[in-house]
């Protein structure tokens, strides 16, 4: 019991060489379930946030962190989303999984639209395909999307066993986020920055979100 509740303290340990980059413990935290989280989009307004997960996408109100969609994705019987944005209204969200098929949900009313010709804002089958998402390609390329961004000069970028080390400019390393509670040692994190937060997602299905330290 002990040994658990010093694991769950560790979790957001950070270390800073130089300068931190991120405020720890996370400002708030979105369960999603279980699933491993895979990718992440912002919805145009910036009011909620969709998470691609191991088992589908769901999309969450930023506020108050409930669920108000679900979107079952299948592609030949794997629930993975690899990539997943939406358009630039907000009314649509695209799924994409480990061969590139996609497919296009109805916001409003969480159904899939069949006719992806009509969305000329998803990516094509090339386009797809230069993303990684083939299936010639190893589960990891196809896998990890989203391992990188940067913001003010500062770079996140995914590590093994789901940490996230920030660099400068020069690739100093200035801060790294670790979770010892980690299950997968393969699990890479989807790295955002958005509206002074870097978002972040676990393999057990959180969402996290850490306030960036003013400069």
């Known amino acids: 019991m002990k040994k658990h509740i010093l694991s769950l303290a560790l979790i957001g340990t950070t ?36 998470v691609g997960t191991a088992r589908g996408a769901e999309l969450y109100d930023m506020e108050s962190g409930k669920r108000v969609a679900r979107f079952p994705y299948n592609e030949d019987g794997s629930e993975v989303v690899y990539h997943a944005s939406f358009n630039d209204n907000g009314e649509w969200v695209v799924l994409i999984g480990y061969a590139g098929t996609r497919e296009v949900w109805d916001v409003k009313d969480g159904k899939q639209d069949k006719m992806i010709a009509r969305h000329k804002w998803i990516p094509d089958a090339i386009r797809t395909r230069g993303m990684g998402l083939k299936k010639g390609n190893s589960d990891f390329d196809r896998f990890y999307q989203q391992v990188e961004a940067t913001e003010g000069g500062i770079t996140a970028k995914a590590d093994k066993n789901g940490m996230v080390v920030f660099t400068d400019d020069g690739g ?31 393999d057990d299905g959180r969402v996290l979100f850490y306030d960036l330290v003013k400069r």
Request: charged letters at 20%.
């Open 15 to 50: 270390w800073a060489s130089t300068a931190q980059v991120v405020l720890t413990p996370p400002a708030k935290t979105i369960t999603t379930g279980k699933a491993e989280v895979t990718c992440l989009a912002i919805a145009p307004k910036g009011d909620r946030i969709l």
């Open 172 to 202: 100093n390393a200035l801060q790294r986020i670790a979770y010892p509670d980690n299950k997968d040692q393969h699990h890479r994190a989807p790295c955002l920055f958005r509206n002074g937060q870097f978002i972040t997602g676990t």
